[in-house]
């Protein structure tokens, strides 16, 4: 059991200068289920194949910079049907900070940008969001 990972010490590789995040989540991959039913068929049920992958929407969490505008800068290259698309690497490390598990995401781009509230009474550091769509993950353990 000592071989067991915590979520609390990663990193990513985004195209940006900045490479420290809070939070990344989403990381998830499925595949659509294709179900067939023949015309003479004798049992009264369906055939299932797997279908098309699907690739989760990944969100990118950290605390707003001064002059650090890089977020917005990559949304802001969305033209209709195009956009700087990147890959991006999400590492997992272990306590030597090298990789354990890497996330490889191929031709990610913006889809959602949020900020924090704003609230007077608030003293806790100020978060943006930024949302991607991406078009395969590859994991791999190190």
Known sequence: MNNLLTGSHFQVEWGGTR???????GLEISVDVIQYREGAQKLNTSQKAPGLKKYGNITL?????????????????????????????????NEEHSPVVVWKVRNAFPVKIK???LEASDSTVFLEYLEIANEGIVVQNE
């Open 61 to 93: 969490s950290r605390g707003v910079a001064k002059a650090d505008n890089e977020f917005f800068e990559w949304w802001n290259t969305i033209n209709f049907n195009t956009v700087d698309k990147r890959d991006i690497t999400i590492s997992l490390l």
């Open 19 to 25: 490479i420290g995040f809070e939070s990344v989540s």
């Open 115 to 117: 900020w924090d509230n």
